[in-house]
């Protein structure tokens, strides 16, 4: 059994794993064979629980290297009956970062390696399996050349399906311990990824190779978070089916409930700007909160969300925030649908205050047809009316007390006041 990336934490389990079950001759590969880190130990564990074990140093991305292990095997009379391909490189970085040499060593080892066997290799293997990756399934940010390398795998393994020939794709999801993913650990966990014990791993390994799987997705997930934080920049055609419940916990929860009920007590008592303002306080303080900002006054109403650093993450954290606050069943896309603390703010007037009726318009317009329009131009409000619509506002002076001005009064105030300074 040949195991690339054999030194390495995913190489090391599943050479455990395979002794376990009974194999007899391991050959583990890897860029610095026995210099590699903890190489020495693992040879004498595995060795220990009877197995015969080699390590041998071998740049899968060189064909010549891959050709003479496997040639070499073969002349002992150790031919190679199975591969496990557990070699890779992940490289994070945005695609428009990454040089030529960058993805070239991303590619070599996991593809070209995969490709080197495929043609090197006898075609009665007993077992040609790829580790590949969820990046090669729906994408990874900053993966870009990892998730088309794994993405190959995938298609390498349909190719030699295709042409009657062992192979089996597992993308696999974030494995406990030390592995290529345990450095984005918490980002993982925020997403609803949660790591899987190398022996559940292990055990869909076996099942995929007694069933003779050609192609499967292991990996453990809370659909409920992970569907609302990818989808949030862009639509995926592949997860469109899965059920999001965006916030059907925080809708539902009686804190929701009691906050949503004060808040639309406070609306209803306060004036339209009055109105405008609290809930732009609102958004404005829940970003601040998702943001670990000190206060709100760093968040500007007019600057996108984008720019003051959310992602997919704190996007949908923020969405949640405002959930509870107003009982509203919102979108992950919330804050890049109304990308700004006070476009946003408008849009939860819009859904919190219902529109006039046609009842309540028909009953205004019947107020606004008793109106002296005589009375009203002789005091000269009419006029003042016009000036303030067709003009640009006036810069307020310092220390102005916005309480009962004119910007706060809507068309019902208004008209009360001419009335009462003309008797």
């Known amino acids: 059994m040949l195991i690339t990336g054999g030194t390495g ?21 890897s860029r610095s064979g026995p210099r590699a880190p903890g190489a020495s130990d693992l040879r004498a564990e595995l060795t220990a629980s009877g197995a015969r074990v080699d390590i041998l140093a071998c740049d899968l991305g060189d064909r010549d290297q891959v050709a003479e292990v496997v040639a070499g095997l073969r002349a002992q009379g150790d031919p190679v009956r199975a591969v496990v391909h557990a070699a890779g490189v992940n490289l994070a970085g945005a695609i428009t970062d990454l040089d ?35 990046a090669g ?18 298609a390498l393994a349909r190719r030699r ?42 055990a869909a390994l076996g099942g995929a190779l007694d069933h003779d799987e050609d192609e499967l997705v292991v990996v453990d997930v809370d659909w409920r978070r992970f569907v609302p934080a990818f989808t949030t ?3 995926s055609p592949l997860l469109a089916d899965l059920t999001e419940a965006p916030a059907a916990d ?50 500007r109403p007019d600057r996108a969300f984008r720019d003051l650093g959310f992602d997919s993450l704190t996007a949908v954290e923020l969405r949640d925030r405002v959930t509870t606050a107003t009982g509203l069943r919102l979108p992950a896309a919330l804050v890049f649908d109304h990308p700004t603390p006070a476009e946003l703010a408008a849009h939860l007037r819009d859904r919190l205050l219902p529109p006039v ?33 067709t003009s640009a506002p006036p810069t307020e002076p310092a220390g102005r007390d916005d309480e009962n001005t004119i910007d706060d009064m809507d068309a019902e105030s208004l008209i009360h006041l001419a009335l009462g300074e003309n008797g």
């Open 233 to 235: 920049f862009r639509p």
């Open 161 to 202: 399906r295709a042409l009657g020939r062992r192979a089996t794709a597992i993308a696999w999801g974030w494995w406990a311990g030390e592995n290529m993913a345990s450095g984005g650990g918490d980002q993982l966990t925020s997403l609803g990824l949660t790591p899987m014990p190398p022996g559940d791993a292990l």
């Open 357 to 389: 009726s046609p009842a309540d318009e028909a009953a205004l317009r019947a107020t606004l047809a008793t109106v002296p329009l005589d009375r009203l131009r002789a005091a000269g409000v009419l006029e003042a009316l016009l000036e303030i619509t």
């Open 137 to 154: 399934i729906w994408g990874s940010a900053r993966q870009g050349a990892y998730a088309a390398a794994n993405a190959a795998l995938d």
């Open 9 to 29: 934490a995913l190489g090391a389990h599943v050479a455990r794993w395979l002794v376990d079950r009974g194999a007899e001759h391991l050959v583990l590969t």
């Open 250 to 299: 925080a809708t539902d929860s009686p804190r929701s409930e009691e906050e949503s009920r004060t808040l639309r007590t406070r609306l209803a008592e306060l004036s339209g700007l009055e109105r405008d303002q609290l809930l732009l306080d609102l958004v404005r303080e829940r970003a601040a909160l998702v943001l670990g900002l000190d206060d709100l006054s760093s968040v």
């Open 100 to 134: 030529r040499t960058a993805l070239d060593r991303a590619l070599s080892g996991k593809v070209a390696g995969a490709l080197h066997l495929d043609e090197l290799l006898d075609d009665d293997l007993d077992a040609f399996v790829l580790f590949s990756s969820i």
